[in-house]
């Protein structure tokens, strides 16, 4: 067992091989990010797309990713290894990326972040699931807050790259798009080379999507699962973050600083939030979290100047910073150690399709009512899923008391 840590973030404790797995994330993300931060724009000044195109694009990549998480995770659980399965999602992602700077017309685009996406889908659940198996429960919260906070350093860079580089390229969104390739082919060569898989996490499991095994992953998981997609009804693709700045005149080449400033504050929060959660909870940070997207779509409804979308953009970044690596941690705190790939899986699926409906929705409404519209939408739905959280807490405190001798 590694040495306590008297630090508050406790480093020195969190396994090397989950670092890396963060340095993975990183480079992926400021690749993915270069590209995110300037598409939206690119489909609709660029290749002529609409509103109600561009959410349909962003929900069929992000459903598509989720549904490769659950054939991805559950074969990770099957083989009783997760490494490899990880990084052919790497892989087929950074594969993808030169696509977009040889796109010529909307059906290319949407075919590179289809891929783009399916590679995420594959890497997701079997990523999530080894960190799971590389920490022990005491330091979870720690380890899911590292990987994503490492994630969004890349997040945070990549859009500064894409403001710095349309500058230095003269708006020319095709040679932005081949710089991005690089770091995809970086993060593939660090997986590889960098991470070590601990010795068989448990049995291998014959049927991984069978009633029985999908049974054992319990009704705590399961109330845990449905949460998640209400919450996620409110909080679709961030691309309408950045329609919603360019609606109050800010220029196409700043616009990406939106993402700078959210992924910057759900950067400087998710570690530290996972420290907390292993010190004083999981549920009362989520909780935490989940009014904090109310509020910040409530900001975002009313803004019509670039300060307050942009205080919308912050209080955005703290929901992120507050709950996404804290469901992750609770996934792994209810799901059984041999099916957690699957957990994984299951859990992304949902969240997936909830995501898929909740782009749709906010560019439909976006269409029909305006900014406001789309926001006050997800503001609703979110407070749906504020209101069922105490539940699944007692679901949880249920289950442990059964456990227990």
């Known amino acids: 067992m590694p040495e306590p840590s008297p630090s508050f973030l406790r480093w020195r404790e969190i396994p090397g091989s989950v670092w890396t797995l963060g340095l993975v994330s990183l ?3 400021l690749s993915s990010e270069m590209i995110h931060a300037l598409l939206p724009l690119y489909l609709v ?6 509103t109600p195109t561009v ?4 929900g069929i990549a992000e459903a598509t990713a989720s ?3 659950i054939f991805s995770g559950a074969f990770s659980d099957y083989l009783g290894h997760r490494k490899w399965v990880a990084a052919l999602g790497y892989g087929l992602a950074a594969v993808s990326k030169p696509i977009f700077p040889l796109a010529a017309d909307i059906g290319w685009v949407a075919a590179a972040r289809f891929i783009d996406r399916v590679g995420k889908g594959i890497r997701g659940a079997p990523r ?3 960190v799971a198996d590389l920490t022990p429960p005491e330091l979870r919260g720690s380890a899911y807050g590292l990987r994503q906070s490492l994630d969004t350093v890349g997040a945070v860079l990549g859009p500064l790259l894409a403001i710095g580089l349309m500058a230095a390229f003269a708006d020319n969104f095709t040679a932005v798009f081949w710089v991005a390739v690089v770091p995809a082919f970086i993060s593939t060569a660090i997986i590889v080379l960098g991470v070590r898989e601990p010795p068989h996490h448990g049995r291998k499991v014959q049927m991984p999507l069978g009633r029985r095994e999908l049974g054992r992953l319990g009704r705590s998981f399961w109330a845990i699962v449905v949460v998640a997609a209400i919450f996620t009804l409110a909080r679709f693709s961030e691309a309408f973050l950045l329609l919603r700045a360019q609606s109050t005149g800010l220029p196409i080449a700043i616009v990406p600083v939106v993402l700078v400033v959210m992924n910057g504050v759900y950067t400087a929060t998710a ?3 996972g420290v907390l959660s292993d010190r004083i909870g999981r549920y009362g940070m989520v909780t935490i979290g989940f009014a904090v997207l109310i509020l910040a779509d409530l900001v975002l409804a009313a803004g019509s100047g670039v300060g307050l979308v942009m205080a919308g953009v912050v209080l955005w970044g703290l929901h992120m910073g507050l709950t996404q690596g804290l469901l992750s941690a609770l996934v792994a705190d209810t799901a059984p150690a041999a099916l957690r790939g699957t957990a994984f899986g299951m859990f992304n699926l949902v969240s997936g399709l909830a995501m898929l409906a909740a782009s749709i929705i906010a560019g439909a409404m976006w269409e029909m009512i305006g900014p406001d519209g789309t926001f006050l939408t997800g503001a609703a739905f979110a407070a749906v899923a ?3 959280l105490p539940f699944v807490r007692w679901r949880a405190a249920k289950a442990a008391a059964r456990q227990r001798p």
Do not use: H, Q, R, Y
């Open 67 to 69: 549904i490769s998480k």
């Open 45 to 50: 000044t660029v290749l002529g797309a609409s």
């Open 128 to 130: 999530d699931a080894l």
């Open 55 to 58: 959410g349909f694009i962003e």
């Open 27 to 29: 480079f992926m993300d």
């Open 386 to 388: 504020l209101a069922a």
């Open 271 to 273: 570690w530290p939030a």
